[in-house]
């Protein structure tokens, strides 16, 4: 879930029938305008020498939460490699946060600030190669979340009970909003502490595993959290409340995956129903689909959040009030989405696609948005058959908007359109019907999760490798649907009594395999270019020729 485009799942938008995935567009023309961006957008996206200069390898983020006074103090150390000879680098940090101090070999380290960017110098050039550390002190008072996970920050609410309720969600505006780190989607840290210290009689869930809890003197408890494996920063979580926990195990494709569950008190008995029927088919239909859950070294959990859900890595964030549908409502309209719950259906599908595939740049968040929320029919297909979960995918195409590009704009740090959600899906489920394969298919998801398993990734690298693997010419229809904002248009016309058939796209040499047939047929795959061709199917005119729309997203258009 993010911040401006992801809006995610703000599916709120309900005009007649319930709309799916429709995160705002109307900011749209916006993504394609770069004189609209500051150069604090430009430090916040781009990969300049000074962040290129290191890899981060550790951090240990060790934070005080004042419930009472909505503020924050503490540190994190940054352990990295130095990939060139460098006496600067840049890491982040909001501006509206203090540096109190950045800590290298016993002593301050001078450092400049710009918008969102801090720039420290060290006295001596570190040499590439060689593993070094500093530790950056911060406090002060985080952005407050006015409508998490919509928008980023803290959280602070309070319980049914009155009890604090504590939660930071950050996709899209960036983990620096409340901790200081290298705020770029290309670097994850390979493994993390999160030490989160709460006042006494709260609990802090974090993501990984919880390695030792100690009371401190001042009336605060610290939660110790390991994270074995790589993870991205807008993943980096605090959930704090007066949780009780409840745990299970999932017998699969690694081994025995732990499963655990911090919810309020209130919510127990809820919770173990909601859960038992929708964790273990999830993580079923996944597994079968993408391949083993990618983080079994730290676990799947679910933790009852005060906001709607994000896909926490290995702490899922779940607030759709143990109902099943996006929050009781049906994304496609078609009642499929009725029989199971949204937001752990799909976050934990980002597990899969964010987490372990992550796009190294804003602009392709379609990797993590298209994949996870196809993997919604792929899971009513797992459950109830493939006409059902593709009757549901052909429904979200009421949310898509076809305003602007999928692709946002790159080393700016924005997303593209919010049609990466449902178009995104309907995309997927084309290709997979071009390459009329679906053993093949499934081997080029469950390939994607191997070959890039715990890596940061392009738009190349993945669409190259969905083309290759399949041999079909899949580039001009990825590059129409995710680069454009225009359907391909499928052109009858009638010439010398012969009927023919053309696209109308934005690519150059468009070219698309596409299954037609002549009313009451057998559907037939012709692959028509952007000139006019004969339809190779044996008695079809133009008045009775049919396009198998219900698995094409096309416009169509008879001469």
């Given at each position: 879930?993010?911040?401006?485009?992801?809006?995610?799942?703000?599916?709120?938008?309900?005009?007649?029938?319930?709309?799916?995935?429709?995160?705002?567009?109307?900011?749209?023309?916006?993504?394609?305008?770069?004189?609209?961006?500051?150069?604090?957008?430009?430090?916040?996206?781009?990969?300049?020498?000074?962040?290129?200069?290191?890899?981060?390898?550790?951090?240990?983020?060790?934070?005080?939460?004042?419930?009472?006074?909505?503020?924050?103090?503490?540190?994190?150390?940054?352990?990295?490699?130095?990939?060139?000879?460098?006496?600067?680098?840049?890491?982040?940090?909001?501006?509206?946060?203090?540096?109190?101090?950045?800590?290298?070999?016993?002593?301050?380290?001078?450092?400049?600030?710009?918008?969102?960017?801090?720039?420290?110098?060290?006295?001596?050039?570190?040499?590439?190669?060689?593993?070094?550390?500093?530790?950056?002190?911060?406090?002060?008072?985080?952005?407050?979340?006015?409508?998490?996970?919509?928008?980023?920050?803290?959280?602070?609410?309070?319980?049914?009970?009155?009890?604090p309720w504590v939660a930071t969600a950050c996709e899209g505006v960036g983990a620096s909003i409340w901790w200081p780190n290298k705020d770029h989607?290309?670097?994850?840290?390979?493994?993390?502490?999160?030490?989160?210290?709460?006042?006494?009689?709260?609990?802090?869930?974090?993501?990984?595993?919880?390695?030792?809890?100690?009371?401190?003197?001042?009336?605060?408890?610290?939660?110790?959290?390991?994270?074995?494996?790589?993870?991205?920063?807008?993943?980096?979580?605090?959930?704090?409340?007066?949780?009780?926990?409840?745990?299970?195990?999932?017998?699969?494709?690694?081994?025995?995956?732990?499963?655990?569950?911090?919810?309020?008190?209130?919510?127990?008995?809820?919770?173990?129903?909601?859960?038992?029927?929708?964790?273990?088919?999830?993580?079923?239909?996944?597994?079968?689909?993408?391949?083993?859950?990618?983080?079994?070294?730290?676990?799947?959990?679910?933790?009852?959040?005060?906001?709607?859900?994000?896909?926490?890595?290995?702490?899922?964030?779940?607030?759709?009030?143990?109902?099943?549908?996006?929050?009781?409502?049906?994304?496609?309209?078609?009642?499929?989405?009725?029989?199971?719950?949204?937001?752990?259906?799909?976050?934990?599908?980002?597990?899969?696609?964010?987490?372990?595939?992550?796009?190294?740049?804003?602009?392709?968040?379609?990797?993590?948005?298209?994949?996870?929320?196809?993997?919604?029919?792929?899971?009513?297909?797992?459950?109830?058959?493939?006409?059902?979960?593709?009757?549901?995918?052909?429904?979200?195409?009421?949310?898509?908007?076809?305003?602007?590009?999928?692709?946002?704009?790159?080393?700016?740090?924005?997303?593209?359109?919010?049609?990466?959600?449902?178009?995104?899906?309907?995309?997927?489920?084309?290709?997979?019907?071009?390459?009329?394969?679906?053993?093949?298919?499934?081997?080029?998801?469950?390939?994607?999760?191997?070959?890039?398993?715990?890596?940061?990734?392009?738009?190349?690298?993945?669409?190259?490798?969905?083309?290759?693997?399949?041999?079909?010419?899949?580039?001009?229809?990825?590059?129409?649907?995710?680069?454009?904002?225009?359907?391909?248009?499928?052109?009858?016309?009638?010439?010398?009594?012969?009927?023919?058939?053309?696209?109308?796209?934005?690519?150059?040499?468009?070219?698309?395999?596409?299954?037609?047939?002549?009313?009451?047929g057998e559907y037939k795959f012709i692959t028509p270019t952007t000139r006019f061709t004969p339809v190779a199917v044996d008695g079809a005119t133009?008045?009775?020729?049919?396009?198998?729309?219900?698995?094409?997203?096309?416009?169509?258009?008879?001469?």
């Amino acid at each position: 879930m993010n911040n401006s485009s992801f809006i995610k799942l703000n599916y709120q938008f309900i005009l007649g029938a319930i709309i799916l995935c429709l995160p705002v567009i109307a900011k749209a023309q916006l993504l394609q305008e770069k004189e609209k961006y500051t150069h604090a957008d430009t430090l916040r996206g781009s990969l300049t020498s000074f962040r290129t200069c290191y890899d981060i390898n550790y951090y240990h983020l060790d934070v005080k939460v004042d419930i009472d006074q909505r503020a924050i103090s503490g540190s994190n150390q940054f352990k990295f490699t130095a990939t060139e000879d460098f006496t600067k680098l840049q890491f982040d940090l909001f501006a509206n946060l203090n540096i109190d101090k950045v800590v290298y070999k016993g002593k301050n380290l001078p450092y400049t600030r710009v918008a969102n960017a801090v720039f420290v110098t060290f006295p001596q050039t570190i040499a590439k190669g060689s593993k070094d550390e500093f530790t950056v002190y911060y406090s002060g008072k985080p952005t407050v979340a006015v409508n998490a996970p919509w928008d980023g920050g803290f959280v602070f609410k309070k319980d049914s009970l009155g009890k604090p309720w504590v939660a930071t969600a950050c996709e899209g505006v960036g983990a620096s909003i409340w901790w200081p780190n290298k705020d770029h989607l290309s670097d994850e840290v390979d493994s993390m502490m999160i030490s989160i210290s709460v006042p006494k009689g709260l609990k802090d869930v974090s993501n990984g595993r919880l390695r030792k809890v100690t009371p401190l003197k001042d009336g605060y408890t610290r939660f110790d959290w390991f994270v074995a494996n790589p993870i991205n920063n807008y993943d980096v979580v605090a959930n704090i409340g007066d949780y009780t926990h409840f745990s299970d195990t999932y017998d699969g494709e690694k081994g025995k995956l732990s499963l655990d569950f911090w919810v309020l008190p209130a919510s127990l008995a809820k919770a173990k129903k909601q859960f038992a029927e929708n964790v273990k088919p999830m993580l079923k239909a996944f597994e079968h689909w993408f391949g083993p859950y990618p983080f079994y070294e730290d676990g799947y959990k679910l933790v009852e959040t005060p906001h709607l859900g994000m896909e926490h890595q290995s702490a899922t964030a779940y607030g759709n009030h143990y109902l099943n549908g996006y929050m009781g409502y049906d994304m496609s309209g078609t009642g499929w989405g009725l029989k199971w719950d949204y937001i752990i259906v799909h976050e934990s599908g980002h597990e899969w696609f964010g987490n372990n595939i992550t796009a190294k740049d804003l602009a392709d968040m379609w990797i993590h948005e298209s994949f996870t929320c196809y993997s919604e029919s792929l899971f009513i297909e797992n459950n109830w058959g493939k006409k059902a979960g593709q009757e549901y995918n052909k429904g979200l195409r009421s949310g898509i908007g076809n305003e602007s590009p999928i692709v946002g704009v790159y080393n700016v740090n924005k997303e593209g359109s919010g049609d990466m959600y449902p178009k995104g899906a309907v995309l997927l489920n084309m290709v997979r019907t071009i390459i009329n394969d679906d053993e093949k298919w499934r081997e080029i998801l469950r390939g994607l999760n191997k070959t890039f398993y715990h890596q940061t990734v392009t738009y190349d690298q993945v669409v190259n490798y969905i083309t290759e693997q399949s041999g079909k010419k899949l580039l001009p229809v990825f590059d129409q649907y995710l680069h454009y904002k225009n359907l391909p248009t499928l052109e009858f016309a009638t010439r010398d009594g012969k009927l023919l058939s053309r696209w109308i796209a934005d690519v150059n040499g468009f070219t698309m395999p596409v299954l037609v047939r002549v009313k009451g047929g057998e559907y037939k795959f012709i692959t028509p270019t952007t000139r006019f061709t004969p339809v190779a199917v044996d008695g079809a005119t133009i008045d009775n020729i049919e396009v198998d729309t219900f698995n094409y997203y096309i416009g169509i258009l008879r001469d």
